[in-house]
């Protein structure tokens, strides 16, 4: 037995692959938009994560004195060697030895893309404990 359809139902299916084909290529760009970002997100944060320990290392040295200059402004100028911006730099401890710093990292999916969002992180640096003074 063969199926037979009248020209009236041809013309009311014509253009429905279209549709559906449509329909595959916008799911698979918001998949591709999904996965971007999220490649993108994680790239940051482990950039700010970085920038953050190196600029409290450095901070820390420069408040023990084996760099020069301001601990605060030693840990801004290695946050921006590692395309960061310091948020935020406190000292304390014995002599303020103890260094805390805040940095943020901007979010964008795309390089030529404007930034969507920020990545933070905190680090905190000094110096080693000494066990026999009682540290």
């Known amino acids: 037995m063969s199926r037979t359809t009248s020209p009236a139902q041809d013309r009311r299916q014509r253009g429905s692959g279209t549709v559906l084909m449509l329909a595959v290529v916008c799911v698979a760009v918001l998949g591709l938009a999904a996965v971007l970002m999220f490649s993108a997100v994680s790239n940051a944060g482990a ?29 801004a100028a290695t946050a921006a060697a590692n395309d960061a911006t310091l948020d935020g730099c406190t000292r304390q401890g014995p002599g303020g030895q103890i260094v805390t710093v805040r940095v943020q990292v901007p979010v964008s999916p795309v390089g030529w893309l404007p930034p969507l969002t920020r990545a933070h992180s905190v680090a905190r640096a000094g110096p080693p404990p000494q066990p026999w003074r009682g540290d």
Do not use: H, I, S
């Open 47 to 75: 950039k700010a994560g970085t920038a953050a320990d190196l600029a409290a290392l450095a901070a820390a040295d420069a408040a023990r004195q084996l760099l020069p200059g301001d601990p605060c402004a030693v840990a």
